[in-house]
């Protein structure tokens, strides 16, 4: 594994730690598209804090901006 893939193992844990997941907890993740490796990261940080589920949303900027020029 390269430093840079450890940093972002790193980051994800950080995260994790901060939003003090517990074992059996479900954990919510929401992220933009172009940050998924993150997310994916955070997701799997939590499950091995014992996380039950993680639900992760990815948040489209140009969806919501469809939605404001036209919805």
Request: proline share 1%; aromatic share 12%; glycine share 8%.
């Amino acid at each position: 594994m390269a430093g840079n893939d450890q940093r972002w193992t790193r980051l994800a844990e950080l995260a994790v730690h901060g939003a003090n997941v517990q074992p059996g907890q479900v954990v919510s993740v929401t992220s933009e598209v172009r940050q998924e490796r993150l997310a994916r990261e955070v997701a799997a940080a939590a499950y091995r804090r014992g996380a039950k589920f993680v639900d992760v949303f990815f948040f489209d900027t140009y969806v919501k901006d469809a939605r404001v020029r036209y919805g």
